[in-house]
């Protein structure tokens, strides 16, 4: 922070007595003038900006490998790669004394996969939304953070062979905990942040048809459970992504690895997806600035 002092000395003072006695009227401007430059400086410099004016956002692109599995299509896995991208936002909130952290995700991927044979095909594409809010802990350096998040999902798998129920819907909302671990450091005073997320759904609800029921029925109105209760035990999924932040000419990057664990088992169907993807992207940190506030930066997430 910092202070206002005095910069006159004694003789200064014996300058400006001598030149208010010849110009009076002109040295009043000039007096008021050092004022009114002298005043918001210091305001400027009274106070720190709060932690929870400050949000981060994140844009990544990436590829990898998907696996596909769907019984109500084919009793095959399909395999092959796959395009996706990201999108996060962060910031600390007010609640709990700024201990409160929010976290919101779009993310999705499409995925061209085959069987093993080769002669048949499958299309996948999913969109993802979650938000969520973690309570902060912080070690040293080491921050930490534990809280729950709020998932939905919508997407569809398309079969290139099937003639007869060529499509199987995806739609699933579940709530879920999360745990995070942020770490700064330096190699040769450069900054980077490694980061670790993991995230389990716990309770939920997701669309299935039953074994051998077709969409024609649905359409029909012939309601058959298609709604169905998920936990852990029919629906084991998981999440990981594990991120680097890095600069370069001034702009902060960010590279990483997503493991986005997707299975269930209901209605007498077996289903998964399974996608491995590396991450590439741009961080940027927005902060909104009151007048006679200082431009300090925290810790961003």
């Known amino acids: ?49 709060p932690a929870n004016r400050f949000t981060t956002h ?16 084919s009793p095959v896995t399909y395999t092959g790669p796959h395009v996706a ?25 499409f995925s061209y996969a085959s069987n093993r044979s080769g002669n048949s095909n499958e299309m996948a594409g999913k969109l993802n939304y979650a938000i969520g ?36 819907a995806k739609a699933e909302l579940d709530l879920g905990a999360s745990l995070m671990a942020i770490y700064p450091f330096y190699i040769r005073k450069v900054p980077f942040t490694v980061r670790y997320q993991a995230t389990v759904p716990l309770v939920g609800g997701m669309f ?38 890095f600069p370069i000419a001034g702009f902060t990057f960010r590279a990483g690895y997503l493991c986005d664990i997707r299975q269930s088992r209901v209605n007498g169907l077996r289903s998964h997806i399974w996608n491995h993807s590396f991450m590439i992207g741009y961080v940027k940190h927005f902060g909104f600035v009151k007048r006679k506030e200082s431009q300090h930066r925290p810790f961003i997430l």
Request: aromatic share 14%.
């Open 58 to 73: 994140a844009t990544l692109f990436g590829a990898g490998r998907s696996s596909l599995y769907e019984t109500y299509l």
């Open 208 to 245: 299935s048809p039953r074994y051998g029921q077709s969409y024609y029925e649905m359409s029909l109105g012939n309601y058959d459970r298609n709604v169905c209760f998920t936990h852990p035990a029919n629906a084991p999924s998981m999440r990981h992504f594990l991120t680097l932040d």
């Open 133 to 168: 809010w973690h309570y902060n802990w912080l070690l040293g350096g080491l921050r930490l953070m534990a809280g729950g998040e709020v998932h939905a999902g919508l997407g569809a798998i398309y079969n290139t062979r099937n003639s007869n129920n060529p499509v199987q």
């Open 1 to 49: 922070m910092t202070m206002c002092c005095p910069v006159f000395g004694f003789s200064s003072v014996r300058f400006l007595r001598g030149l208010f006695s010849r110009f009076p009227g002109r040295m009043l401007w000039v007096v008021c003038l050092g004022m009114g430059w002298g005043v918001p400086a210091c305001a400027q410099d009274a106070g720190e900006l």
């Open 85 to 109: 991208f990201l999108h996060e936002t962060l910031r600390k909130t007010h609640w709990l004394e700024g201990r409160i952290s929010t976290q919101s995700v779009v993310d999705g991927f």
